[in-house]
């Protein structure tokens, strides 16, 4: 696939105090309660001891899931490594406050920035390679934006913090789960709109399209080909146009699949308006048995992607 334009908007926020509701939203907890928690039950539960994981997360205000994981048992405030990222000061100030309060001082670090600046930073590389076991467990990605972000080498800056994640955590050979979400309305900058015309385009084209040229794909090609009848047609091109993108983007680092269906939200009961789309990645190392031509690799990238169509065609709407 060629280079992804990145012609959308930087942290395309609505009013903080809204989003600081949709962090605990009904909507939102039926996304955790279904989608993420199991993973969290598997994982937290088959260490010794338990709740002894590395865990890389989005709290939020509130720290609402967090609360949730400790309640259940399934995070300990003595063994869990936690480490929070938080871009908005106020909103880190009173993360690391509640972490203070709760965790053993050598276990947790509360950063404040954007991922896509911090993934390069040694603050918070220095927990994936410097503090055993090495790499996380989890890393949750709860984005307040879309995937694709205006970046000055004209690529996604935060596909771009989301491959270098994988390239940290492939140097130590690990299992691990990936827990994203992403917002599913996209903005383009008016230098792409004569391009484009708007941001739906620009991904049936790019990515949509390109794919399906190898895929062949029933599900891809009929939803390109319900431009006209699809009442939800721009947010479907972003269901699929998201996991799609990262996938590829692993291909020759890690082995990534889709594990399960996604879910989608809006955040109706506090008055939320902006739609969410949450996926869980399996990451596994990669297997470096392929041929001179490539061509195993390149087989393991579209039985991926074809799983990930599958599974995405029954996502759950909340």
Same mark, same amino acid.
């Given at each position: 696939?060629?280079? $992804?334009?990145?012609?959308?908007?930087?942290?395309?926020?609505?009013?903080?105090?809204r989003?600081?509701?949709?962090?605990?939203?009904?909507?939102k907890?039926?996304?955790?309660?279904?989608?993420?928690?199991?993973?969290?039950?598997?994982? +937290?539960?088959?260490?010794?001891?338990?709740?002894?994981?590395?865990?890389l +997360?989005?709290?939020?205000?509130? +720290?609402?899931?967090?609360?949730? $994981?400790?309640?259940? =048992?399934?995070?300990?405030?003595?063994?869990t490594?936690?480490?929070?990222?938080?871009?908005?000061?106020?909103?880190?100030?009173?993360?690391?406050?509640?972490?203070?309060?709760?965790?053993?001082?050598?276990?947790?670090?509360?950063?404040?920035?954007?991922?896509e600046?911090?993934?390069g930073?040694?603050?918070?590389?220095k927990w994936?390679?410097?503090?055993p076991?090495?790499?996380?467990?989890?890393?949750?990605?709860d984005f307040?934006?879309? %995937?694709?972000?205006?970046?000055?080498?004209k690529?996604?800056?935060?596909?771009?913090?989301?491959?270098?994640?994988?390239?940290?955590?492939?140097?130590?050979?690990r299992?691990?789960?990936?827990?994203i979400?992403f917002?599913?309305?996209?903005?383009?900058?008016?230098?792409f709109?004569?391009?484009? =015309?708007d941001?739906?385009?620009?991904?049936?084209?790019e990515?949509?399209?390109?794919?399906?040229?190898?895929?062949?794909?029933?599900? %891809?090609?009929? %939803?390109?080909n319900?431009?006209?009848t699809?009442?939800?047609?721009?947010?479907?091109c972003?269901l699929?146009?998201?996991? %799609?993108?990262?996938?590829?983007?692993?291909? =020759?680092?890690?082995?990534?699949?889709?594990d399960?269906?996604?879910?989608?939200?809006?955040?109706?009961?506090?008055?939320?308006?902006?739609?969410?789309?949450?996926?869980?990645?399996? +990451?596994?190392?990669?297997?470096?048995?392929?041929?001179?031509g490539?061509?195993?690799?390149?087989?393991?990238?579209?039985?991926?992607? $074809?799983?990930?169509?599958?599974?995405?065609?029954k996502?759950?709407?909340?």
């Amino acid at each position: 696939m060629a280079e $992804l334009p990145s012609c959308f908007s930087i942290y395309d926020r609505e009013p903080r105090s809204r989003v600081g509701k949709q962090f605990n939203s009904k909507e939102k907890q039926i996304v955790r309660n279904h989608l993420w928690l199991p993973y969290y039950q598997k994982i +937290c539960t088959s260490t010794t001891p338990v709740g002894k994981v590395k865990y890389l +997360c989005f709290p939020g205000l509130g +720290c609402n899931f967090v609360k949730q $994981l400790l309640g259940l =048992g399934l995070l300990s405030k003595t063994n869990t490594i936690i480490i929070a990222i938080e871009p908005e000061k106020s909103w880190h100030k009173m993360i690391l406050e509640y972490f203070a309060r709760t965790f053993d001082k050598e276990n947790y670090e509360v950063l404040e920035g954007k991922y896509e600046d911090l993934i390069g930073d040694s603050r918070l590389v220095k927990w994936f390679i410097d503090r055993p076991p090495y790499g996380f467990d989890i890393i949750e990605l709860d984005f307040p934006v879309a %995937l694709f972000s205006l970046g000055s080498d004209k690529r996604s800056m935060i596909l771009e913090a989301i491959a270098k994640t994988f390239k940290i955590q492939a140097f130590f050979d690990r299992k691990y789960k990936m827990i994203i979400a992403f917002k599913a309305k996209n903005t383009i900058s008016n230098e792409f709109r004569s391009m484009y =015309g708007d941001p739906t385009k620009m991904l049936v084209k790019e990515i949509l399209k390109k794919e399906n040229s190898i895929l062949k794909s029933r599900i %891809l090609t009929n %939803l390109i080909n319900s431009s006209s009848t699809n009442p939800h047609f721009d947010e479907k091109c972003s269901l699929f146009a998201m996991p %799609l993108a990262i996938i590829r983007r692993s291909e =020759g680092i890690c082995n990534i699949g889709l594990d399960q269906k996604p879910y989608t939200h809006v955040s109706k009961s506090v008055e939320g308006k902006t739609r969410i789309i949450s996926y869980v990645f399996d +990451c596994k190392p990669r297997n470096y048995t392929i041929d001179s031509g490539g061509k195993t690799l390149f087989k393991e990238t579209e039985k991926s992607m $074809l799983d990930a169509i599958e599974k995405i065609d029954k996502t759950v709407w909340v």
